[in-house]
């Protein structure tokens, strides 16, 4: 899928560029990518986009460059459309297309903030092209458990608890095998954020080569362990239907529970999670190294 655009200043963005970072933040919608990019934006030397007028501040909508998630079905859908995987070839001019890029986002950024960050979660699936675009690029991914994810998400979309665990699973597979194409990329665990917010912060200024002053009060935890307990009870999905319906669906809910943790614990768990337990099985890296997620 080749992009097309329309002109931008080519001296704009390569004076913007060659003084500052560009930081792109994605990862799975209700995966953590707003709380760590406001956490990241209370650094003095990180600008991030703030009142735009956007859904959460994301720079998808901010362009008209990258198509916006919503053509691919959007949250919990996304990534199982093939056109959404942008690459290498989805670049047709990288100068022009990248100074219009620059041109649509610079109004919202502090020019004078020496890392400049946009958000969009479906950046899981844009790493490859987006790097062709800025070869300088920091990238950091935000995972999260698929269960609060996907619960979360499910909470917009009215989707099956299955069908958002195979987005899931999908979308972390294709994050992880361009992983391999990127030259500065971090993993980043929601669950590892909420605990150790000061430790991340640490990682992430040796990832980016200067410190980061976070206020690690932004981040609050506790969130996830509430969507874990309703995926084991059944109790999800409810508002709304009458007291016999919900009483049947959460019966049935929590009836799956274990067919749908013997389906997807497998793949879970090569991303780092188990059905059976609420935090991650890898431990916060503290030796700044980007993550390389098995498949």
Partial sequence: MALHCGCGSNSTASSILAEKKLLFVGGLHRSGTTPFTRFLGSSSQVSIFCNTGAIEDEGQFLQDVFPVDAKWGGPGRFALDP?????????????TTRARLIS???????????????????HIVQSRFLQTLFPEAYFVFLLRHPIPTSL????????????????????VRIMSEDLCHLRRARVVYYEHLVSKPAEVAAILSEFLGEPLSCDTSIISSGRSRRYFRAFWSGNYHLKGRPIWKRFAKRLFQAACAPLLAA???????????????????????????WLRMPV
């Fill in 263 to 289: 389906k997807y614990e497998p793949s879970f768990r090569k991303l780092g999670y188990s059905c059976f337990s609420p935090e991650p099985g890898v431990a916060l890296d503290p030796s700044g190294r």
């Fill in 104 to 122: 649509q986002w610079a109004p919202y950024w502090d020019l004078s903030k020496s890392i400049l960050t946009e958000k969009t979660p479906a």
């Fill in 152 to 171: 979360a998400t499910a909470k917009w979309t009215g989707a099956y608890v299955s069908q958002l665990f195979t987005h899931y699973v999908h979308a």
């Fill in 83 to 95: 056109n959404a995987h942008l690459t290498e070839a989805a670049v047709v001019s990288a100068e």
